[in-house]
């Protein structure tokens, strides 16, 4: 479901580009802002709501009822112990990379950026529990 999260949420994120409006802008900054400051300060239980708020607040501009609707049922069968964040240093940079990308109007790129940021979240994920499971066997 991770490839196809990444698939559909690219697409959304083109087709979300044009629609964004600077208040859009500025409430992206403000979540990528506190997900700096709790990643700074070590509050991990907050990361997954601001990751899932993020994502949301960009796709949900794509102009497709059905897409959100898709990409939310994704999200809610995406096991919770798989939303926590391993990539702390990388995530709020990548989030800024995509939020330019939107601002100078770039789809293409905005797309692109968010699919290979869920794809690199899904890697590290799936590297980090197959060493969990080699210990707990081990």
Excluded at 9 to 37: M, Q
Aim: proline share 4%.
């Amino acid at each position: 479901s991770c490839m196809l999260r990444a698939l559909l949420e690219g697409l959304a994120v083109k087709l979300a580009t044009p629609r964004f409006l600077p208040e859009d802008l500025e409430k992206l900054k403000e979540l990528i802002c506190r997900l700096e400051e709790c990643t700074r300060l070590g509050r991990t239980e907050e990361l997954p709501p601001l990751h899932r708020a993020i994502h949301s607040l960009i796709y949900s501009r794509c102009g497709s009822k059905k897409l959100i609707r898709w990409l939310n049922e994704l999200y809610s069968q995406f096991p919770r112990s798989l939303q926590l964040c391993y990539r702390f240093e990388t995530q709020p940079r990548e989030y800024q990379d995509i939020v330019r990308a939107i601002e100078s109007g770039e789809a293409e790129r905005a797309g692109r950026l968010m699919s290979e940021h869920i794809d690199a979240g899904s890697k590290v994920s799936i590297r980090h529990y197959a060493e969990v499971m080699r210990v707990e066997q081990g």
